[in-house]
């Protein structure tokens, strides 16, 4: 027997309303799916980078080694680097039997106009009458080397007064054995005191008083990178070498030299 329409309405719509709500109390498999993975993203991501990926300064440009290069840029030459040919066109100016207190000012005065350093081989009993003189020539930038108590012959003297004249001199890192004359006795003395012995590669012979020219000539003529030059600011007039040296530094600076001391 078909029932009334007006009771089968409201059963269709209950049996409709449960459906939908036990539809909506059970999880469907797609959404379980998406959620799971979304999770796991976001707790574990950053431990799963892998160590090459993440950014990092190429080896080339990195801070540290940039301040390194500055300071490279800035190194000196060391004070005891005797590899006197290694720092292209450089002279070594030297001036021996001084301190003069008519001279060796004026050689400082040309060596400051040419901005050049160089260094005295200075007699003790010079030294004694004249302090303020190597005072001068230390507070210019220049360097002091020992040339003996008074210039006396080393080679002709007995081992006990060749030891005192050396002795004697004035504290310096280098002796300059007066005349030149040497041998291997006196270099074990002097090195024995922790001094180096130093000669020359150029003499300008300017003790002799040769004239402006020849001195003048002797410094153009002897200059190469890394070669010592002898000349002298004490021991008489030394009006010649003066006058020669202001001319030739003006020539050798244009033609490139730069003067600096010997590390001693």
Request: overall charge positive.
């Given at each position: 027997?078909?029932?009334?329409?007006?009771?089968?309405?409201p059963l269709v719509a209950a049996l409709l309303c449960g459906a939908v709500l036990a539809q909506a109390a059970?999880?469907?498999?797609?959404?379980?799916?998406?959620?799971?993975?979304?999770?796991?993203?976001?707790?574990?991501?950053?431990?799963?980078?892998?160590?090459?990926?993440?950014?990092?300064?190429?080896?080339?440009?990195?801070?540290?080694?940039?301040?390194?290069?500055?300071?490279?840029?800035?190194?000196?030459?060391?004070?005891?680097?005797?590899?006197?040919?290694?720092?292209?066109?450089?002279?070594?100016?030297?001036?021996?039997?001084?301190?003069?207190?008519?001279?060796?000012?004026k050689v400082l005065q040309v060596l400051r106009k040419h901005k050049a350093k160089a260094t005295f081989f200075?007699?003790?009993?010079?030294?004694?009458?004249?302090?303020?003189?190597?005072?001068?020539?230390?507070?210019?930038?220049?360097?002091?080397?020992?040339?003996?108590?008074?210039?006396?012959?080393?080679?002709?003297?007995?081992?006990?007064?060749?030891?005192?004249?050396?002795?004697?001199?004035?504290?310096?890192?280098?002796?300059?054995?007066?005349?030149?004359?040497t041998n291997a006795k006196i270099e074990a003395t002097a090195a024995a005191v922790h001094q180096r012995q130093?000669?020359?590669?150029?003499?300008?012979?300017?003790?002799?008083?040769?004239?402006?020219?020849?001195?003048?000539?002797?410094?153009?003529?002897?200059?190469?990178?890394?070669?010592?030059?002898?000349?002298?600011?004490?021991?008489?007039?030394?009006?010649?070498?003066?006058?020669?040296?202001?001319?030739?530094?003006?020539?050798?600076?244009?033609?490139?030299?730069?003067?600096?001391?010997?590390?001693?």
């Amino acid at each position: 027997m078909t029932k009334p329409p007006g009771k089968l309405l409201p059963l269709v719509a209950a049996l409709l309303c449960g459906a939908v709500l036990a539809q909506a109390a059970k999880p469907s498999d797609q959404s379980v799916t998406s959620a799971a993975p979304a999770v796991q993203t976001a707790a574990h991501a950053p431990l799963n980078v892998p160590v090459k990926a993440r950014p990092t300064h190429p080896p080339s440009q990195p801070g540290p080694k940039k301040h390194q290069s500055r300071q490279q840029q800035r190194t000196t030459v060391p004070a005891d680097d005797w590899n006197l040919t290694g720092h292209g066109k450089v002279l070594y100016l030297t001036f021996d039997d001084g301190p003069q207190p008519e001279w060796t000012p004026k050689v400082l005065q040309v060596l400051r106009k040419h901005k050049a350093k160089a260094t005295f081989f200075v007699l003790g009993i010079q030294v004694a009458q004249f302090p303020e003189l190597v005072t001068l020539e230390r507070a210019a930038g220049h360097h002091v080397g020992n040339h003996t108590w008074d210039h006396k012959t080393l080679t002709l003297l007995p081992d006990a007064k060749m030891r005192q004249e050396i002795t004697s001199g004035v504290k310096s890192k280098c002796l300059r054995p007066p005349t030149g004359a040497t041998n291997a006795k006196i270099e074990a003395t002097a090195a024995a005191v922790h001094q180096r012995q130093v000669l020359w590669d150029v003499d300008t012979k300017d003790w002799t008083k040769p004239g402006v020219a020849r001195i003048e000539h002797a410094l153009l003529a002897g200059a190469r990178p890394g070669a010592i030059i002898l000349m002298h600011d004490g021991g008489g007039n030394r009006s010649e070498t003066v006058t020669a040296l202001d001319q030739a530094l003006t020539k050798l600076t244009r033609a490139g030299y730069t003067y600096r001391s010997l590390p001693c």
